[in-house]
């Protein structure tokens, strides 16, 4: 299909629709916008459009035509600028300006037909012109009154800020929050059953399906299932003895409270929240040798993973990672929860940068793709492009000091002082330099203007030898600065009235013509003797009547020597009394003068070979931060700007193109009327509040899906990160409500809503299929049953350390590499993300990807996830130090290894047809295995091999040569029992 708006179809003003471009790939609909209005169809061609024979000549060449040609962007899907070309009513309106496609009855005055035949100024379609018999049938079809099948009126097509209001009161998410009428249960509760408010709201539509709940789980599986949803982490077999033994009626509740009040339940949670944060430990693609770590990123991932253990509410937490800093109840250490706005990639283009804290706020935390609007208003909610530059601009006005503040109080500083010293002697180096840079740059753009100003001239190698011919030339090519020659440029070709006063010769006499320049020149001058010094500074006359211009080059020695002059002497005493003076000294005193150089701007100025300079020392000192002693920690903050300033939309997302002011205020579809807009620095603190205000319909919810969609493997609302006018309402709606509701009533307590989830029937159910029910539900949308998963990869990882013997539980600190030997053996959240070079683990166990906020991971089975438990060498290091610990008893036997390997991999004992298997296993696969390389190690009499040559020995063994128990172990590692929650 060839889609019409490749090109403009209709001549408009150009002057009302800047967009439209002649003989440009473009839109009907914008050329349309500019038309004047002209529509006039007679009562008589309107009877004539419905004869019978019209409507025949339409069905067979005109609608064909249009639907292969035009509806694509001008159809039921698509109607750009408000215009369609699906009904005879819409074609007469035309676009969003109210003008005609076509003249009704009257062809060779429709610009329809001039556009398709190519006679005008715009052609359509561009790439596969119609034919001959087309343009014939549209001319026909025209002439005949556009005769169309009585059709239905034409919905209008609203403007965004209409939808505001009607997809406030018809989008069921952004209807308030409000707690649903609990139905009496028919089930009668019991104390290994009870029913939930959750459960009672889920059972009718349960009940409406001809569907129950499946029975509770038996508690092995039960304990499995929580202990990995709170803490990530298998249960040993005591764990599991203990809860299954245990006959109290209150054994499940303490069993959630027991996890909950675990330091690893923040561990496992932060995770979740890291995904939603995109956090990665690296800052992306460096250029120019710039260190791509992010030294103390892992300070953001600590805070999360203490505000989850404390139950901090998601209200504060969230306004933590939007404005720490300015809120007075928090704590220097909650200075570290800004990382959510700067752990993100760090694009080359800052534009890249701020549009990514405006995806990870509104995604991660409101359920909305505001994102969606930088370009154009959003194509389905009622997001103006406006309201997405609202948002921009509180972050485009705020940014990441060059130093980050310690977040350690003094007497901890204390213990560090030599490592400060060194890092300050590093600063001071720097500041050093950036000094000598500044006063390098000062004295050569004051000592030598004629050289820049020469070069604003024309800049180019052929020119730069005859300037080099010049007695008042004194840089040579290479020393010329592009950043002074560029502010030299805008600083001259500015025409305000205060800069041509003193530049208005410059512009009139460059523009004469090069044969007879010198007389030209003079006539001009000596016309000016006439002009006031309100027109013309005296001084500038004064120094062209002086020395007579023989070229346009010496201009540039008139004009140099002038300002060198009057610039070295502004501190004279008369300096300022002389008007004449004054007013050029006060012109060279701009903020944009080139002689003004700002010590705070210098990086501005740098060339490449500064740039580099710097970026290397500041390397040295990056490098002593990502190496500085462990609890020397650093918040990647943000500061506002002093005197934050004005952002403008940016037309179709150019920063070149700037149309109407975009006041820093939350977003209209979640605001009252009188929306204020932000007055506070940057706005982030009031931002914050609107977010998290109980009247805004969307974050409470969007905060409890993702809880559900964690413990049951599968969201209510099926797009967490989009409650958009495209998001379908929820199945079990009343249950998102009723737990979104209690959330903000109850102190928006993370580790109550827990409690509510687990608690219910809901949770405890079994995994098992039942054939009734997958006939009915088979996606389960009516939580019949739950939902069996595989291990996500931090748990599985961390799983596989733990049953080694091997897991490191220690809190907090520094990330560490996890994918080479030695391996670390601390868990996962502590690994290190490099987003620019993810390792191929990751990839393969569906890790989310670091770039940007994501709502749910891929869920994925591949053979290289197989293929990592058996080659692997730290899968392979782990299974010989499980079997290690297995041999460590005093000459086991193999049913007392089988037995011991089942207790530590899966909390329970094998069945005698288990036991079997294993048994058959090992006799069969032994003589078919070399001995491995290390026997010592798997030792029945020691069982006591250094942990260290383990894993050299692990990292160096191929697989082909492990010894029969290890190969068992693996077996194991693989099942799904492992691998899976019930």
Same mark, same amino acid.
């Given at each position: ?184 249960? /028919? ?93 990665? /430990? ?11 770590? %992010? ?12 505000? %989850?253990?404390?139950? =901090? ?66 194509? %389905? ?89 010049? /007695? ?76 007579? =211009? ?247 990882? /961390? ?18 590499? @996890? ?8 868990? +996962?959240?502590?690994? +290190? @993300? ?12 569906? %890790? ?66 288990? =036991? ?6 090992? +006799? ?32 160096? +063994? ?25």
């Amino acid at each position: 299909m060839i889609p019409i708006t490749s090109r403009p179809l209709l001549r408009v003003a150009v002057s009302q629709n800047p967009t439209v471009h002649v003989r440009g790939r473009f839109s009907i609909a914008a050329l349309l916008a500019g038309c004047v209005v002209a529509i006039s169809a007679s009562t008589a061609r309107c009877a004539d459009a419905n004869n019978e024979d019209g409507i025949r000549f339409f069905e067979e060449k005109v609608r064909p035509l249009l639907s292969a040609k035009c509806y694509e962007c001008h159809g039921p899907e698509k109607s750009e600028s408000g215009l369609r070309l699906d009904s005879r009513a819409s074609i007469l309106r035309g676009g969003a300006s109210d003008t005609p496609a076509a003249q009704d009855g009257d062809p060779e005055h429709s610009l329809l037909i001039e556009s398709v035949k190519h006679e005008g100024d715009y052609e359509m379609p561009p790439d596969e012109p119609l034919s001959e018999a087309e343009i014939d049938h549209l001319h026909q079809w025209i002439k005949m009154g556009m005769p169309w099948p009585e059709e239905a009126p034409v919905k209008p097509t609203l403007t965004v800020e209409q939808r505001v209001s009607v997809h406030r009161s018809e989008h069921w998410s952004l209807q308030p929050v409000k707690s649903p009428t609990i139905p009496e249960s /028919d089930t009668t509760s019991s104390v290994d059953s009870p029913r939930t408010k959750i459960d009672r709201l889920l059972e009718p539509k349960l009940a409406d399906a001809g569907l129950s709940f499946s029975p509770v789980a038996d508690r092995r599986t039960l304990i499995r299932r929580a202990t990995y949803d709170l803490i990530g982490l298998p249960p040993t077999q005591k764990q599991i003895d203990a809860f299954v033994n245990d006959e109290r009626p209150d054994a499940w509740p303490r069993l959630i409270d027991q996890l909950l009040d675990s330091p690893h339940y923040g561990e496992r949670w932060a995770r979740h929240w890291l995904d939603v944060a995109r956090y990665a /430990d690296t800052r992306g693609y460096s250029p120019g040798g710039r260190d791509k770590r %992010f030294p103390f990123a892992y300070t953001y991932r600590d805070w999360v993973i203490k505000a %989850f253990n404390r139950d =901090l509410p998601y209200d504060d937490f969230v306004r933590c990672q939007l404005a720490a800093d300015m809120m007075d109840s928090a704590e220097p250490a909650d200075l570290a929860a800004l990382g959510f706005l700067t752990v993100g990639r760090q694009y080359l283009n800052r534009l890249d940068v701020i549009d990514d804290q405006v995806d990870a706020v509104t995604r991660g935390i409101l359920g909305l793709t505001v994102s969606c609007a930088r370009c154009h208003d959003h194509k %389905f909610d009622a997001i103006p492009t406006q309201d997405y530059y609202s948002l921009f601009s509180i972050f485009e006005n705020c940014s990441s000091p060059d130093e980050l503040p310690l977040i350690i109080d003094e007497a901890e500083k204390a213990k560090f002082s030599e490592f400060l010293g060194k890092l300050e002697a590093e600063k001071q180096a720097i500041e050093k330099r950036l000094d000598e840079i500044h006063e390098q740059l000062k004295t050569q753009t004051q000592e030598h203007p004629t050289d820049y100003l020469a070069r604003v001239i024309e800049s180019s190698a052929e020119r730069e030898a005859f300037l080099q011919e010049q /007695d008042f030339i004194s840089l040579k090519p290479i020393e010329v600065h592009p950043r002074l020659l560029n502010r030299w440029k805008a600083f001259v070709n500015r025409k305000d009235a205060a800069r041509m006063k003193v530049f208005m010769p410059w512009h009139e006499l460059l523009a004469l013509g090069d044969d007879g320049f010198a007389e030209s020149a003079q006539r001009k001058i000596e016309g000016w003797n006439e002009l006031p010094a309100e027109k013309l500074n005296p001084l500038v006359l004064d120094a062209l009547l002086q020395q007579p =211009l023989k070229n346009k080059t010496e201009l540039a020695r008139v004009y140099g020597k002038l300002i060198h002059d009057q610039w070295g002497a502004r501190d004279e005493e008369n300096a300022k009394s002389d008007p004449s003076r004054k007013a050029l000294l006060d012109l060279l005193s701009l903020d944009d003068s080139p002689l003004v150089i700002k010590r705070e701007k210098i990086r501005e100025m740098f060339d490449q070979g500064q740039r580099n300079d710097v970026a290397k020392r500041e390397g040295k000192i990056n490098e002593l931060n990502s190496n500085a002693p462990e609890g020397l920690d650093r918040a990647m903050i943000v500061v506002d700007r002093e005197h934050p300033g004005v952002t403008r939309v940016m037309i179709r997302g150019n920063a070149g193109r700037r149309g109407e002011e975009a006041p820093r205020r939350f977003l209209k579809l979640l605001s009252p009327e009188d929306r204020p807009v932000f007055q506070n620095g940057a706005g982030r603190l009031e931002l914050a509040d609107a977010i998290v205000s109980k009247d805004n319909p969307l974050t409470a919810r969007v905060f409890v899906n993702r809880v559900w969609m964690h413990h049951f493997n599968q969201p209510l609302v099926d797009t967490p990160s989009d409650f958009g006018i495209q998001c379908p309402e929820p199945v079990q709606r009343d249950v998102l409500d009723f737990l979104a509701a209690d959330f903000m009533q109850n102190g928006w307590s993370v580790k109550r809503l827990h409690r509510q989830i687990m608690l219910s029937h809901a949770y405890r159910q079994s995994s098992v299929n039942r054939d009734d029910c997958l006939q009915v539900d088979p996606e389960n949308r009516l939580w019949w049953r739950m939902n069996r998963r595989r291990l996500e990869f931090e748990s599985f990882r /961390d799983s596989l350390l733990a049953v080694a013997g091997n897991l490191d539980a220690k809190l907090f600190g520094k990330s560490a590499p @996890i994918t080479t030997a030695p391996f670390s053996h601390r868990r +996962t959240i502590y690994g +290190t @993300i490099d987003r620019q070079d993810l390792p191929n683990l990751f990839r393969a166990f569906d %890790f989310a990807s670091p770039d940007q906020s994501v709502s749910k991971r891929s869920r994925t089975i591949v053979p290289q996830q197989s293929l990592f438990m058996l080659n692997s060498p730290f899968a392979i290091e782990q299974s010989q130090q499980l079997v290690a610990h297995v041999n460590s008893e005093s000459e086991p036997t193999d049913d007392q290894r089988i037995a011991k390997l089942y207790q530590t991999i899966f909390g329970r004992q094998p069945t005698a047809e288990e =036991l079997e298997i294993g048994k058959q296993f090992v +006799t069969v696969a032994e003589p078919q295995l070399s001995e491995p390389e290390s026997p010592e190690a798997q030792s029945s009499e020691t069982g006591k091999a250094d942990e260290a040559a383990q894993s050299d020995a692990a990292s160096q +063994t191929p697989a082909a040569s492990l010894d029969v128990w290890t190969r068992y172990a693996q077996m194991l590692l693989m099942t799904n029992e492992f691998e899976f929650i019930d």
